[in-house]
């Protein structure tokens, strides 16, 4: 499900040829999923899973020295974590881009596919947040900003980055996001 959807869009994808894929019938399919939108979400769910381990398995690595845990970055790494691609062990755009971006656009196509994929969007957003609120109650965030806002802005530069990729722009060297990130990092710091 997830290479077919991310291949043709959740518009285009069918349950016949995702069945066929994984060498299922469409009623096998039926008897875990009951249409389309509710395998759409299970597919978005365990690619976003599956990227986040792996993102949060490179930056523990060791493979980049800039890359250190320490209390004032934690939540600056715990967010990159989060990110849809890993420009550091991906190569090109990754179908959780692509899985991302559809689950957007459908939301915004189709109020069905909204009702159902909105939990998962807002389980994205929340997790995003609660980095974030837990950065703010620490002290490493200026509490007077909204966790919420700040959580829809970090998770638009990934979904920007996404789109850019896609449509075909290379991509900028992702170390030099670092660089990006620490400064972003002391502007939202609490101010003395």
């Known amino acids: 499900a997830i290479s077919e959807i991310a291949e ?9 040829d995702i069945a066929a894929k994984a060498d299922l019938t469409v009623g096998s399919v039926y008897t875990w999923y009951k249409n389309k939108t509710e395998l759409f979400n299970a597919a978005i769910e365990y690619a976003l899973t599956e990227q986040q381990k792996k993102n949060l398995a490179y930056l523990s690595s060791g493979a980049d020295e ?3 845990i320490k209390p004032d970055a ?11 691609r890993n420009a550091a062990v991906d190569s090109g755009a990754t179908d959780t881009q692509r899985l991302l971006l559809e689950a957007l656009m459908a939301s915004w196509r189709n109020e069905d596919a909204q009702n159902q994929l909105q939990p998962q ?9 609660e980095i974030l609120q837990g950065a703010m109650d620490s002290g490493y965030i200026d509490s007077a900003l909204d966790a919420k806002i700040l959580a829809r802005l970090f998770l638009a530069f990934p979904i920007g980055l996404s789109l850019l990729t896609l449509s075909g722009l290379p991509d900028p060297k992702m170390e030099n996001m670092l660089v990006f990130w620490e400064r972003f990092a002391e502007v939202i710091k609490p101010r003395q």
């Open 8 to 16: 043709r869009g959740y518009e285009k994808a069918r349950l016949v």
């Open 66 to 68: 800039r890359i250190e």
């Open 74 to 84: 934690h939540w600056a790494i715990l967010i990159a974590a989060l990110a849809p």
């Open 121 to 129: 969007i807002a389980a994205i957003v929340a997790q995003y947040e």
